[in-house]
């Protein structure tokens, strides 16, 4: 029970308690008044009627006398009106029965009214006459109090409610602060750092709250620190410290992610820049100048890798720079790099530009790149550019298999694909390995399209352009709707993880609806299904992520990030979001854990990771070194070709 | 015959109750100091006399009470509430009647009433009657006894000393009476006759009890 209701519960007793006294006191106090005042009207009446009765000279006027006490009965206040001689002998009696019809039997059962009775003696002269007994009617008297009881209730029942609301008012008041200071202390154990602005009115309150935002500031600097440490290491391990671009390195550890043929990154452009004799250059104007001309190179590029937001942008080396944009529209890009290199070459002095050579090369890659050639690609594109002369812009463009369609044609084909459901799903297991066995943890679903051509083709080859096309989300939910079907159509026992697109968690429409879809499931069921977006998604659609994030786990699903990295923000945004696990690659976790010159860096993700209750898959893992690196590492969550293949799902 | 025996049974039981008895009466409601305190020596003689009236009627018949109680009260000379108490109309107990040595129609018949009750006449004889005063023009309240429910009572009245029966009392113009009980017993008896300094709301009627104790 919660101490609101304790302390309502207990407060709503006494003053139930207290308004029942009163009113009981009220009653009890009404009946006495009534009671008395029928006596005093028996009495007065006894009085006066005898007074009349004694003015009658001649003792044998009987009917004078049933006249007077006629008249006096007949008002209706009197149960019995006697005129009773000296000897006992009954002169003249009137009665009546009571009879009350507007008042509820068990009201008269219950309150006992005594029947006053009232005398008075009769003179004829000096001789006694008889006595005049009077009894006032009680039935007046339960009618009377009826009326008061009804009051008193009507009257109570509108204080107790008023009184009760502003009790409750005033606890809800004064109990917000212990749930403000519940909300801090399991905003710690979530890793949500609230500091209480607002002190509580209440002393005892005031001081918790103080002590808990002390408590709050130490832990939330402790995290702080530990993602100052993260960053630092991100910086020395994947920063070029010139231009603070990431470097080859990083480029290397997040290209898989690029390259696997289930994304929408996994086809686009990549661009290469390179600049010889900067050597050269840095003797004859000196490292300012030098530096001048990188950073100057480095925005140029920034600008271009503006265009889509999952540019991949790295420095290679002192003289190359390398964009991978999973993007289409190579002429705007060409257009870009044109102005750009136009402006490059007039901030540079003609003497330098006899011998400094800037070269660009674009070219296209797709799913069935590997870093390797991705990058001897790049070389021989830039190597063109040089050939064909200073600051200039080469494009090599293989035409992929995606550009063989129009748009009009891709469209058709993906909107014939979802109403023919051609669309089918494989899926790959992800495990949890332990000592001598491992468990599933979950299947990761990967959408297929069964093309027009007859080949099935993974999401890579026409994700791409489904985003392009608006159309993402519309596979998306198709997606989630074959796998609700599944569900309802069969016991499922391991959970399953889908990916969702930016434009899907975009739109609050779409939310709305898997909300709605995941409402029709029971908890059982819900907690099957796992949802999961990129690490780039995560970044650029935080807002939208962190209200997903918290509504699924509301729901009982849980939610991950797929393709994780910690980017140069830091950390921050793990901590909005709090998902269930993250996806690494194996590259990068070996990477980031095994670096001699980084040694706390493996602590502080650990520590991150940890305190915020995420769990560390790894993915990608091709072969048994990656295994051996992770069993020193103690990451035990895998996923890749060879713990468990992708496999079609049965229809 | 029977009857005649149990009269004499009766008789003899009586005499014996009479002659054996050693019950006196004593003053038991409030201390002789507390009545000198508040009214003075001379009332302090004037309750110690009362006692000792008592004493001489208690074993008399009732009309030797009657007689007795009657001179004892009406030795008191009569004043108006007004002058006394400074009041239109209030009602004194016997102890304030005796305290003061004054007091008007009421303050006698109340004084009356109560003594004789004490002395075992039975409160249903004894009637306190309004009348009007044809002599004086006034209201009037006197002591009325009537020896059996039907008789003709008697009248025992502060203006004329003697005890008559009622209807020589041509002076006096019954109006109506009350049973003493009735008036002292009544829960709201007399409100209307307090003082205005008064806070208590019930009368104290018998703050003077005089009791037959065993000597």
């Known amino acids: ?651 | 015959m029977k009857t005649n025996v149990l009269a004499l049974c009766f008789g003899v039981a009586v005499l014996t109750v009479t002659l054996f008895s050693t019950a006196e009466f004593v003053l038991s409601g409030i201390s002789l100091e507390k009545v000198e305190k508040e009214y003075g020596v001379f009332a302090k003689k004037r309750v110690l006399a009362l006692v000792a009236m008592m004493n001489r009627a208690k074993d008399e018949s009732e009309l030797e009470k009657l007689e007795k109680v009657n001179d004892f009260f009406n030795a008191t000379p009569y004043h108006s509430d007004k002058s006394v108490w400074g009041v239109d109309d209030y009602w004194a107990t016997r102890l304030e009647f005796i305290g003061k040595d004054k007091g008007d129609c009421e303050d006698y018949v109340i004084a009356k009433y109560f003594t004789l009750k004490e002395l075992g006449v039975p409160a249903s004889k004894m009637y306190m009657t309004y009348a009007k005063s044809l002599k004086f023009n006034v209201a009037h309240m006197v002591l009325t006894y009537y020896p059996t429910p039907k008789s003709i009572p008697l009248v025992l009245d502060n203006y004329n000393y003697k005890i008559l029966p009622a209807n020589e009392r041509t002076d006096l113009v019954p109006i109506y009476s009350f049973s003493g009980d009735d008036l002292f017993n009544a829960k709201q008896a007399q409100l209307g006759k307090m003082l205005p300094a008064v806070t208590k709301q019930t009368r104290a009627w018998d703050e003077l009890k005089i009791e037959k104790k065993e000597k």
């Open chain 1, 1 to 651: 029970m919660t101490l609101f209701k304790q302390m309502a519960v207990m407060l709503s007793l006494f003053l139930g308690v207290i308004l029942a006294c009163v009113m009981v006191l009220n009653f009890k106090t009404a009946t006495a008044f009534v009671q008395d005042q029928l006596y005093t009207n028996a009495k007065n009446t006894a009085h006066s009627l005898g007074l009349s009765l004694s003015k009658i000279v001649d003792p044998n006027d009987v009917a004078s006398m049933e006249t007077m006490i006629n008249a006096i009965f007949d008002s209706g206040y009197y149960e019995r009106i006697a005129l009773i001689g000296v000897e006992g002998n009954p002169i003249y009696v009137k009665e009546t029965d009571v009879l009350v019809s507007d008042v509820p039997q068990w009201f008269i059962n219950t309150v006992t009214i005594q029947n006053a009775y009232a005398t008075s003696d009769i003179m004829m002269g000096w001789n006694r006459f008889g006595t005049l007994e009077v009894s006032g009617h009680t039935g007046n008297a339960y009618r009377q109090l009826y009326k008061t009881l009804i009051d008193l209730v009507e009257t109570f029942v509108v204080i107790g409610v008023v009184v009760l609301g502003l009790l409750y008012l005033l606890l809800t008041l004064s109990l917000q602060s212990i749930k403000q200071i519940r909300d801090q202390a399991r905003g710690i154990i979530e890793n949500r750092f609230i500091i209480e602005p607002k002190m509580p009115f209440t002393t005892e309150f005031r001081s918790a709250t103080v002590a808990m935002n002390a408590m709050v500031s130490k832990v939330k600097d402790i995290f702080e620190r530990e993602n100052e440490t993260l960053m630092q290491y991100q910086d020395l391990l994947y920063k070029d410290a010139e231009t603070k671009l990431y470097n080859r390195r990083y480029l290397v550890t997040k290209l898989p992610e690029y390259l696997q043929g289930d994304t929408t990154l996994s086809q686009g452009l990549h661009v290469m820049l390179s600049v010889d004799e900067l050597d050269r250059f840095k003797k004859e104007y000196g490292y300012e100048n030098y530096m001048k001309l990188i950073k100057k190179v480095a925005e140029g590029l920034s600008g271009c890798a503006g265009l889509c937001e999952n540019t991949l942008f790295a420095r290679l080396n002192e003289s190359d720079f390398f964009l991978l944009m999973p993007f289409q529209d190579d002429v705007a890009l060409k257009k870009h790099l044109d102005t750009m290199l136009l402006e490059l070459q007039r901030s540079i002095d003609a003497q330098a530009l006899v011998y400094l050579v800037i070269g660009v090369g674009i070219g296209v890659y797709n799913e069935h790149d590997t870093i390797k050639s991705l990058l001897s690609k790049a070389d021989l594109t830039v190597s063109q550019a040089k050939q064909n002369g200073n600051f200039t812009c080469t494009m090599a463009l293989q035409q992929p298999h995606s550009l063989i369609l129009s748009r009009e044609e891709w469209r058709k084909e993906l909107v014939d694909g979802l109403s023919e459901s051609r669309f089918v799903f494989a899926t790959q297991n992800v495990i949890h390995a332990q000592d001598t066995s491992s468990s599933i943890v979950h299947e990761e679903v990967f959408i297929r399209l069964k093309g027009s051509d007859g080949f099935t083709h993974s999401a890579g080859f026409f994700l791409p352009m489904a985003t392009v096309l608006g159309l993402a989300d519309e596979i998306d939910r198709y997606m989630i709707q074959k796998m609700l079907q599944r569900f309802i159509a069969q016991e499922m026992n391991t959970p399953l993880a889908l990916n969702l697109s930016a434009e899907f968690v975009g739109h609050y429409a779409n939310i709305q609806w898997l909300k709605e879809q995941l409402e029709k499931l029971s908890p059982t069921q819900r907690a099957m299904l796992w949802f999961e977006v990129s690490n780039t998604i995560a970044l650029h659609n935080l807002e939208a992520i962190v209200s997903l994030s918290a509504l699924l786990k509301m729901l009982g699903c849980r939610f991950g990030i797929d393709s994780f990295a910690i980017p140069s923000e830091g950390a921050y945004y793990l901590q909005a979001i709090r998902p269930d696990y993250v996806k690494c690659s194996v590259v990068y976790l070996k990477d980031i854990m095994l670096d001699a010159s980084t040694g706390k860096s493996q602590e502080s993700l650990n520590n991150i990771v940890r305190s915020l209750g995420i769990s560390i898959i790894a993915t990608n893992i091709e072969d048994e070194q990656d295994l051996a690196t992770l069993k020193y590492l103690g990451i035990a969550y895998r996923q890749g070709r060879l713990i468990a293949p992708i496999e079609l799902l049965a229809e």
